[in-house]
């Protein structure tokens, strides 16, 4: 089977059982706030979940040339969250995780990655768009992103709630940007950066 046969596989099984989960939790539709030009997720796909995440975006010194160093991203980490309200009470829970890993769909290149915390399904993704026009992003946010998925796998008893993802957006930004000093001469190569940073993350599958 092609790499691209398996994503394809991946995504098709977990909408499968997306379809028939949410169709018994009669889940409200997720609204997706207003995008810059030029992020919009394709028609198409709809979103399926929303997830505020607060974690880190971490960076490394290199050399750029003999006498130049600059601050080199290297990939997030970081939880993702959703918060449910039951009988007035809100109750916050941890959903997923994100993190570099090596997406197997291409042959081990590195990819940011979201894993869902109770199925351990997976998406690995690559920016498509970003975006820092001032109407939309925080001044010295990180920028916000269109996430395309570049493969997904089922979780080890087949759960598929990440499986299905066919876009992602990174919204409301904030912090995250690679630090201004640091990284200035030759005995800063090898510092590490760990940049606290929060957002919104939000899902996209195939529409029905």
């Known amino acids: 089977m092609t790499g691209r046969s398996m994503l394809a596989a991946a995504i098709v099984v977990g909408a499968a059982m997306f379809t028939s989960t949410s169709a018994a939790s009669a889940q409200p539709p997720v609204q997706v706030p207003p995008v810059p030009p030029g992020l919009e997720v394709p028609a198409g796909n709809v979103a399926f979940l929303r997830a505020f995440a ?7 010194c290199l050399p ?3 006498k130049a160093w600059r601050w080199v991203f290297l ?14 009470v809100s109750i916050t829970n941890q959903i997923s995780t994100h993190f570099l890993s090596a997406n197997p769909i291409e042959a081990g290149t590195p990819r940011p990655t979201w894993q869902d915390s109770s199925d351990s399904s997976r998406v690995w993704g690559r920016g498509r768009a970003s975006s820092t026009d001032p109407n939309f992003v925080e001044a010295g ?10 493969g997904a796998a089922l979780g080890p008893t087949g759960g598929g709630t990440l499986a299905q ?19 200035s001469v030759a005995d800063d190569v090898g510092a590490v950066a760990l940049v606290p940073y929060t957002t919104a ?4 599958r195939t529409a029905p």
């Open 54 to 60: 607060q974690g880190t975006q971490n960076y490394i």
């Open 64 to 66: 750029v040339s003999k």
């Open 75 to 88: 990939g997030p980490q970081a939880t993702l969250f959703e918060t449910d309200a039951t009988d007035g």
């Open 141 to 150: 946010a990180i920028p916000w992103l269109l996430v395309e998925a570049m």
């Open 165 to 183: 993802t066919t876009f992602i957006h990174r919204l409301d930004t904030s912090g995250g940007a690679a630090p201004a000093t640091g990284c």
């Open 201 to 204: 993350y939000y899902f996209y």
